[in-house]
């Protein structure tokens, strides 16, 4: 059973930023893909951030240089550093994996940029 539990959000202003991680219970955490996807009211969930076993990182145009996602094995957390934030970035951010095709999401947090 794969289980993915995200925290770290909250409101903040607009510039201003946040941290989130996602603890993931998954025998040898390293091997997997990790991504940060997210939804915002009457939008589609969209891919925000990846990360891939080797470190290698791919970002969506609207967060690249804003938005950071690292990983570290050893606690089996991926994080994502949103720096600069815009209203635009508010949504329920979402952790996701696949394990041998199958997707697993995590229950959300919600991030609110707004003065």
């Known amino acids: 059973q794969v289980q993915l539990v995200e925290s770290g959000g909250g409101l903040v202003q607009p510039g201003g930023s946040l941290r989130l991680s996602c603890a993931a219970s998954i025998s040898i955490f390293s091997i997997y893909r990790m991504d940060w996807y997210r939804q915002a009211p009457g939008k589609q969930r969209e891919l925000v951030a990846a990360i891939t076993s080797s470190g290698s990182t791919n970002y969506a145009d609207s967060v690249k240089g804003r938005f950071t996602i690292s990983r570290d094995n050893a606690k089996n957390t991926v994080y994502l550093q949103m720096i600069s934030l815009k209203p635009e970035d508010t949504a329920v951010y979402y952790c996701?994996?696949?394990?041998?095709?199958?997707?697993?999401w995590g229950q959300g947090t919600q991030v609110t940029v707004s003065s």
């Open positions: 996701n994996t696949q394990v041998y095709g199958v997707n697993y």
